[in-house]
C-alpha cells in the first residue's frame, strides 16, 4: 500500500527570507562575493560554467555543447 504525501508550496514575505551569500574562488583563494567591487560582481554574474565532457575535444556548457579543436593535431 503506497501512502499519498501532499506538500503544500510555502510563500515567504521578503523580510522573512534569510539571504544567502556566496563565496568563489578568486586567485587561489576564497571571498564572498558581496565584498567584489560592482565591477568584478557583474564579471561574476556574466560566468560561464563548463563540464568537461566523456570525450576530451567536448566541453559541454549549460545546456549548449561544443566541439573543441582536436588537441592532438
Not at 7 to 24: D, N
Request: proline share 3%.
Amino acid at each position: 500500500m503506497q501512502e499519498t504525501i501532499k506538500i503544500q508550496a510555502v510563500e515567504l514575505k521578503t523580510e522573512e527570507r534569510t539571504p544567502c551569500e556566496v563565496w568563489t574562488r578568486v586567485m587561489g583563494y576564497h571571498r564572498p562575493v558581496s565584498a567584489f567591487n560592482a565591477g568584478k560582481q557583474s564579471e561574476h554574474r556574466e560566468r560561464r560554467y563548463f563540464r568537461e565532457g566523456v570525450l576530451d575535444n567536448i566541453a559541454v556548457c549549460c545546456d549548449q555543447v561544443q566541439i573543441l579543436e582536436d588537441a592532438h593535431a
